[in-house]
Nanobody, 122 residues
């Protein structure tokens, strides 16, 4: 079983930066492709970024590329989503997800965190 725990959300002024963390707890030698999604109030959950289990490949939502950076550190079982130049439109709950499917980019994710709220004030 895999457990994902996000942190790092909060209230930020427009133009600021945030780093969201996702700690993953799973089977000792398992490898996971990781992803981040976000859901704004009243809207559907949307893809933000994904990183391969080796950390060598990343993909981003086209509209977000350039302001988001996804990395992972297997030494501490953590994936990091850095967000730069935040905009009020970035306000959403951000979810971390993981899949044991080695296909990249992943089509589906089996495991999800509870989410962390990011609020950007103008």
């Amino acid at each position: 079983q895999v457990q994902l725990v996000e942190s790092g959300g909060g209230l930020v002024q427009a133009g600021g930066s945030l780093t969201l963390s996702c700690v993953y707890y799973g089977r000792t030698f398992a490898r996971y492709n990781m992803g981040w999604f976000r859901q704004a109030p009243g809207k559907e959950r949307l893809f933000v970024a994904a990183i391969s289990w080796r950390g060598t490949r990343t993909t981003y939502a086209e509209s977000l590329e350039g302001r988001f950076t996804l990395t992972k550190d297997d030494r501490v079982n953590t994936a990091y989503l850095q967000i730069y130049n935040l905009e009020p439109e970035d306000t959403a709950v951000y979810y971390c997800a993981a899949t044991e499917d080695f296909e990249f980019p992943p089509r589906n994710y089996e495991y999800w965190g509870q989410g962390t709220q990011v609020t950007v004030s103008s």
